[in-house]
Each structure stands twice: as structure tokens, then as C-alpha cells.
């Protein structure tokens, strides 16, 4: 019995380690009202491959307004938007982890005046 315990344990401790990196948190949220963010934050379950992850922002025209380059330091991917104008806007990303595996998303907020 010992021993199938210690199985089940091992297995339960490896399981995140092989799934793909998914979105644990965003600020700002999805669907948020807000002012103008200063900065985007993105947080990941799982480190990240930064030469084939990245994210880019629009505004409700279809516009780039990323800014400056989009920064990945492990499981956060930040972007530096310049002040945006009241309106809706569209973060989609697209990341890779270690393990290899793509997974991408979208996240709507609305600058309010």
C-alpha cells in the first residue's frame, strides 16, 4: 500500500510539470472598466519560452497600441502601453513553455474617460 501511495504522490507532483503553461491572472482583468493602465500584466502557470511567446495590444479599430516591446521574465509577460485613449481594447497572447506546448487567448478591457 506504501508504495502505491508514494506512486500516486509522484504522480501528483509531476502532473503540473507536464501541462501546458495556461493565463493564471491578468491586470487588467478581463471585461474591467479602468483609466489608462501604465502597464500590463500577465502571469502564467509555468515559465515561459520567450523567443516564441508574446502579445500584442489593439484598440477597437483593430490598432496596434502595444508600445514598448513586450517583456517575458518567467512567468510574467509585461507590456508598457503609451496612455490610451478612452475606448475598448483587445490583449491577445500567445505562449509557449518549456515543455513545448501553444496556448493562446484574448482579454477585452474598456478605458473609460
Known sequence: MKILSCA??????AAPALAAAHLIKALPANGVRIKSPRHIVLTFSEALEPAFS?????DQDGRNQT?????IDGRIMRLAPHRLAPGRYTISWNVVGYDGS???GRIHFTVRP
Open 8 to 13: 500516486a504522490a509522484i504522480c501528483l507532483v
Open 102 to 104: 501553444p496556448r493562446n
Open 67 to 71: 508600445g514598448e516591446p513586450v517583456r
Open 54 to 58: 508574446g502579445a500584442i495590444l489593439l
